[in-house]
């Protein structure tokens, strides 16, 4: 038997009115997990728990059997593990966005956050910018007295690391939540009854970061090429050093991940799974959805589980791009779903696939819900002929499964 997880990050939405007042699933073609939603285990899952923020950390950890309410300290020490970068106690790992402030005379606190990735930054001048940056002078030496360093990455996610600070106290907001707004009242803040400095240090290195960046020769050149500057930095997702459950001693299947985001592969570097890196995967709309399958395919030759993610449909999402989410959502049934499912069947072995978005990432808000999505698990010896499509609202009239901990061990069980 073969297990397959997919994951269409943040491909689940709530009606759009632009979409005849219907969800991007809903009006999008997707016959390859429409079909699978008719033969197979049909439900609603919550994998974000309340209480928690919203979004793929805690909503992957679910997925792959990590109560977030557990072991969950952040999105940055998930990330961190994906390369390697190893915390030390005190230690607080940042995800450190390149990120795009709006071009005007504006005082820098009125001014507004445009994208979250500075306009989907190429991921080999994501990494030159950042490192020009921590190579000024003036931003080197006030990131050294801070006690930070970054660890440069090949997209705009870049992780930095600090040193004897503290983040008792200290809010942080996720960059894409708040996209078209002006950041003064989502700079780091101290919470009520906080006096930690740790704030206010790293709300400096953010100002001087955008002093240093917003007229830098690289972002000119962006801007004469009709592209956003990558002219500021953001700090959220904060954490200290993270320990999870082992995934192969738990269900007793090895296997890799599949994905183009730190995120992914630092958890399956923290639960023992393979992290599986494809060339061309860029967690865009044009990812390399084929050699995603390909490497789907090699890791079952020798391990019993694989995990396949695809970002496109949350960054198309966040960028505002409505045709784009629908494309990426069509791609994901048409090259990733739909390719894997004719595969397995050619190998003539018996296979479960389970099929989910992570969590909702809403057109009306460009951010994260954490409510209830659809979710399918597929056996191929069984069609139950249920009459479902892959869609939200029929989601809500199958199996009720009340947190995304439970999955793995329906799709390696037997309903």
């Not at 109560?67 to 230690?91: H, K, M, N, S």
Request: hydrophobic share 40%.
């Amino acid at each position: 038997m073969k297990y397959v997880l997919i994951i269409g990050d943040g491909m689940a939405d709530n009606p759009v009115p632009e979409l005849g007042g219907v969800t991007p699933l809903e009006y999008a073609k997707t016959p390859a997990m429409d079909a699978l939603a008719d033969a197979g285990l049909f439900g609603n899952v919550k994998n974000c728990p309340d209480g928690l923020p919203p979004g793929s950390d805690t909503a992957i950890l679910s997925i792959f059997g990590c109560d977030p309410r557990d072991c969950y300290t952040g999105r940055a020490p998930l990330e961190a593990a994906a390369t390697g970068i190893a915390l030390v106690p005190g230690d607080i790992a940042y995800r450190c966005n390149m990120v795009t402030f709006e071009d005007s005379d504006a005082d820098w606190t009125d001014k507004k956050i445009l994208s979250h990735s500075a306009g989907s930054i190429e991921g080999e001048q994501s990494e030159e910018i950042v490192k020009a940056l921590f190579a000024d002078a003036t931003f080197s030496a006030a990131a050294a007295k801070a006690g930070m360093v970054v660890y440069p990455a090949q997209s705009f996610r870049h992780i930095a690391v600090q040193s004897g600070a503290s983040i008792d106290g200290v809010k942080l907001s996720p960059p894409h939540d708040h996209l078209g707004e002006k950041i003064g009242a989502i700079l780091p803040a101290n919470k009520d009854g906080s006096a930690n400095p740790n704030a206010e240090t790293l709300k400096s290195l953010m100002k001087l970061a955008h002093e240093v960046l917003n007229h830098h020769p690289l972002n000119e050149a962006r801007r004469a090429a009709g592209k956003m500057p990558a002219n500021g930095i953001w700090f959220w997702a904060e954490g200290t050093a993270v320990k999870l459950p082992n995934f192969v001693e738990t269900y007793g299947k090895t296997g890799g991940v599949i994905s183009a985001v730190p995120l992914c592969h630092g958890i399956a570097n923290l639960v023992g799974l393979d992290r599986v890196y494809v060339e061309g995967a860029t967690g865009e709309l044009d990812t390399n959805y084929d050699g995603k399958v390909k490497a789907a395919m090699q890791v079952l030759k020798s391990h019993p589980f694989v995990a396949v993610h695809v970002e496109a449909p949350d960054e198309c999402t966040h960028n505002g791009d409505t045709p784009g989410k629908l494309e990426a959502i069509q791609r994901l049934d048409s090259l990733v779903v739909g390719p894997i499912i004719e595969r397995l069947r050619l190998t003539r072995e018996d296979f479960r696939v389970l099929i989910l978005s992570d969590h909702k990432t809403l057109t009306s808000t460009r951010g994260h819900d954490g409510t209830p999505v659809p979710f399918v698990i597929y056996d191929s010896r069984r069609d139950r002929k249920n009459g479902y499509t892959y869609r939200e609202i029929d989601g809500e009239k199958g199996l009720t499964v009340a947190a995304g901990i439970e999955l793995m061990g329906l799709l390696f069980g037997e309903d």
